[in-house]
């Protein structure tokens, strides 16, 4: 830990010393990018009360990233969770998982599993029509609502375009770690898309992905393996995506109006690597297996009108249908004939939202005050088959769950300019529920802007998260399990602190500096956990039991010099939980445990050859978190979770040909070749000795990977 924190001086000392070389630079004038994500009206980020992070639709073409999960594994205070088993990605930020990180398509969350805007499933996102996406850590309760506890990412989508038609296909071809052919193996994807600009008023946007991930072998044979040794299926389980999406837009004087829909499909497959024999006597033994697939299916509506009223008000209003469907598909598959037979299709969840935000501003003929006025309506019918297998009545019977939760939000927000320099804005939120106690969420923002260039900002948030679906309703006892939800448990508050120091800065020599330093303090109450509450025989369930404390400080550096662009980052978080486990009589040590985070990336563009080379790196220091179990003798006790170390590179050469029509892209994923990443157990937090289970292994990737990605653009008047 000592040259953990001796590399993190390091990369504080060098952004004050920046900062200090008064001889060597001069003040940028120039406009920052314009920001919307928890803004009163659009406005430039050196203008936002917030620290808004900006990923660009550069940073995201440079990557190849056709998913959020391809895009978000080289930033700072960002961890993306993998599972290999049943294809999904999700986001860890401050090390509180995805429940309380909040993604928008628009500013409309996104609906998941089990939530609106929580635990989605990070390559379910598709990147094709992205403008560009903004981030902001720490509490946004006030505006995005529940469950926007360590921040939210907001995608922005492209409406209209320059051109009266605008053409794009895209071709990319990847390996999945070393396996790759046409047909079984490795990564294919195809998008098509269409803009056309009917006049200056009416446009349209259509386009279309497909996307196959043939699975990840490894050690396994996949799904035509005849031999009964456990070695059949996939390490990753293979995957395919079909998404589709059409906008209809108008836009005249202050007035403007689309219409959004988008549909993503998914299938999932599963084999077995068990295989079942069939006695045909006389004749040889044959073999079939019981597998099984998953489809998804997700529509998404979002009808979104802007203006103004009497002249004077900005109004902001946008309306949202969105319903998600996961089925099951069990069979029967023989390896002999490789056919399919006693296919038992059924819907296995779903859920359906229907939501509705709008905001009303510019109350004041008064460029120093703005007042915002907004509300929130989320109406989502959650449904859970008992035939899943998860939900069951007693342990008797099967039973399907349908739930409702409804919540219906008033909120303000002003913003005052109290001088040039000085801005402050304070926010409020009431939230009524069906399901739990009315909750508030509040806000206190201020900005200055201190001399040559310098930004400071500081934010006190005070947010909630409510349980969701499987946290209240969840039922699966039998005589191998007993995992209970709890529909008493109450929603979680929260409490942020950040303060955060920015510079931007032209050097005489031409050359441009960033620097960013950010401290963060999150404080949460009542905080769900799914825990042991009886060793024998065990029993878990979720309660409302623990507090968790969390600070973190983080710092970026950017230097941009003629073709060069170059940035490093740090990011060093402490977490502290405290669990009191009254049932069994124990309690968790409630100490500050660190993790260190690095990133850079460094950028050369080469103008006469139309090529730009990229490298991106990030550096994930050892994770620790304290969990339930027994040791030896039988007894409960908190053991110490240690996730090693280990760093993720990607790299990129993109190439422009015959004025930027045709785009190649040629680069390689997880240089260092991730696959697993060793989780040790460590003594118990009463000094009682060691868990009894050896060394366990996270997945968190298929290994090196490479990629050709082929675009052709095609834009005329």
């Known amino acids: ?147 926007a506890v360590t921040g939210i990412l907001n995608i922005i989508t492209k409406k209209g375009g320059a051109n009266k038609w605008d ?218 088959s008992g035939a899943a297998g998860t939900f069951l009545d007693n342990g008797l019977q099967s039973v399907d769950v349908r739930k409702r939760l409804e919540n219906y939000d008033i909120f303000t927000v002003a913003e005052i300019s109290l001088s040039d320099k000085l801005s402050i804005r304070p926010g409020l939120r009431y939230s009524i529920q069906n399901t739990f106690k009315d909750q508030y969420a509040s806000s206190l923002g201020l900005r200055y802007l201190f001399k040559k260039g310098l930004e400071a900002r500081a934010s006190l948030g005070k947010s909630y998260r409510t349980p969701n679906f499987d946290e209240l309703y969840t039922y699966f006892v039998d005589s191998n399990h007993n995992v209970q939800g709890n529909p008493n448990l109450v929603p979680e508050n929260s409490t942020s602190y950040e303060v955060s120091f920015k510079r931007t800065c032209d050097l005489k020599s031409g050359g441009q500096i960033a620097n960013n330093l950010a401290v963060t303090f999150l404080d949460v109450d009542d905080r769900i956990d799914l825990v042991l509450t009886q060793i024998t025989p065990s029993k878990y369930k979720y309660i409302n039991i623990n507090k968790y404390k969390m600070w973190n400080i983080s710092t970026t550096e950017q230097y941009a010099y003629k073709n060069w662009n170059v940035k490093v980052g740090a990011a060093l978080v402490g977490i502290s939980q405290k669990l009191d486990l009254a049932e069994l009589g124990i309690t968790s040590d409630d100490k500050f445990l660190y993790s260190l985070q690095l990133n850079s990336s460094i950028s050369y563009n080469v103008p006469k050859w139309n090529t730009l080379f990229a490298l991106y790196y990030k550096y994930n220091g050892q994770q620790q978190q304290y969990a339930t179990g027994t040791n030896e003798k039988g007894e409960a006790e908190f053991y110490l979770n240690k996730i090693n170390p280990y760093s993720w590179m990607d790299a990129s050469v993109r190439k422009s040909f015959f004025n930027n029509q045709f785009e190649v892209t040629l680069g390689a994923r997880n240089l260092f070749n991730i696959t697993n990443v060793q989780i040790t157990q460590g003594s118990g937090a009463s000094g009682g000795g060691t868990h009894a289970a050896g060394p366990q292994a996270l997945m968190l990737g298929y290994g090196r990977s490479y990629f050709l990605k082929l675009t052709y653009n095609l834009n005329f008047n």
């Open 1 to 147: 830990m000592k040259i953990n924190f001796t590399l993190f001086a390091a990369f504080v000392f060098c952004q004050i010393s920046l900062a200090q070389q008064k001889d060597t630079i001069v003040s940028r004038e120039k406009l920052s990018e314009v920001v919307v994500t928890g803004q009163i009206e659009p406005q430039s980020i050196k203008k936002s009360v917030f620290n808004v992070r900006v990923i660009s639709k550069q940073d995201i073409k440079q990557l190849a990233a056709n998913n959020l999960s391809d895009v978000l594994n080289q930033y700072l205070n960002i961890t993306v969770q993998n599972s290999g088993s049943d294809g999904r990605s999700t986001v860890s930020m401050f090390g509180l998982d995805s429940q309380y990180f909040k993604i928008l398509v628009d500013n409309i969350p996104l609906v998941s599993d089990t939530g609106m805007g929580t635990n989605v499933d990070l390559t379910q996102v598709n990147l094709d029509d992205v403008e560009r996406i903004e981030i902001i850590e720490g509490s946004m309760g006030v505006t995005h609502g529940a469950n």
């Open 167 to 384: 053409i794009s296909a895209t071709i990319q071809e990847e390996t999945v770690g070393n396996e790759y052919s046409l047909s079984d193996k490795g990564r294919h994807i195809q998008s098509l898309k269409v803009g056309h600009k009917f006049n200056d008023n009416w446009y349209v946007n259509i386009g279309g992905n497909h996307n196959d991930f043939k699975g990840f072998y490894d050690d396994k044979q996949g799904k035509d393996y005849i031999v009964n040794d456990n070695l059949r299926g996939y390490s990753w389980l293979p995957k395919e995506q079909w998404v589709g999406n059409a906008m209809l837009g108008y836009q005249k004087d202050n007035f403007k109006i689309f219409y959004k829909f988008d549909y993503y499909g998914e299938n999932v497959d599963f084999y077995s690597p068990v295989l079942v024999p069939q006695d045909n006597y006389p004749f040889p033994e044959t073999f079939f297996a019981r597998d099984k697939r998953y489809l998804t299916n997700r529509f998404y509506h979002h009808l979104n009108a802007n203006g103004k009223l009497f002249s004077k008000l900005n109004y902001n209003v946008s309306v949202s249908h969105q319903k998600q469907e996961r089925d099951a598909e069990l069979f029967d598959y023989q390896l002999e004939t490789k056919k399919e037979s006693n296919n038992n299709r059924f819907t296995y969840q779903s859920k359906e939202v229907f939501y509705s935000t709008g905001t009303l501003s510019n109350f004041f003929n008064n460029k120093k005050v703005d007042f915002q006025l907004g509300y929130e309506i989320t109406n989502e019918n959650g449904f859970y």
